[in-house]
């Protein structure tokens, strides 16, 4: 299933780009997003909901607690425009703050489109 960790490392990837068309991740993700204060009760402090499809990100999730030797906080964006760029991941190793409303939200979009994500 996507958005799973092992050994600490988080990953959600697409396996086929071309088989999601823009219309269908548009409507899929905004409607995990403008849902997701009802589908996810936990901490939502860490995260940046955008509900204007005409935006460049949807989806900003960055732990403040986690960060790259250059000192950037670890995140994970989505953007409503579909695309190879469409998920950004920079989780990986220890997370030290709480990943949940990122694999919850990996999770629906993994419900919404079976067989197309890892």
């Known amino acids: 299933k996507g958005g799973a960790t092992m050994g600490g490392e988080f990953f959600f990837v697409v396996k086929d780009v071309s088989s999601v068309t823009q219309g269908d991740w548009q409507s899929a993700l905004f409607n995990v997003l403008v849902n997701i204060d009802r ?4 901490d939502k402090s860490d ?3 955008q509900l204007d499809t005409d ?8 732990d403040e607690y986690a960060s790259w ?9 989505l953007s ?4 190879k760029d469409a998920i950004k991941s920079e989780l990986g190793g ?6 949940s409303i990122v694999r ?4 629906e979009l993994c419900k919404k489109f079976p ?4």
């Open 39 to 42: 589908l996810f009760d936990g």
């Open 115 to 118: 067989g197309k994500f890892a």
């Open 55 to 62: 935006a460049d990100r949807a989806f900003l999730f960055r």
């Open 104 to 107: 919850h939200v990996c999770q």
């Open 69 to 77: 030797s250059g000192g950037e906080p670890k995140s994970f964006e």
């Open 94 to 99: 220890r997370s030290r703050g709480d990943w």
């Open 80 to 83: 409503y425009r579909w695309g």
């Open 47 to 49: 995260a940046l909901v």
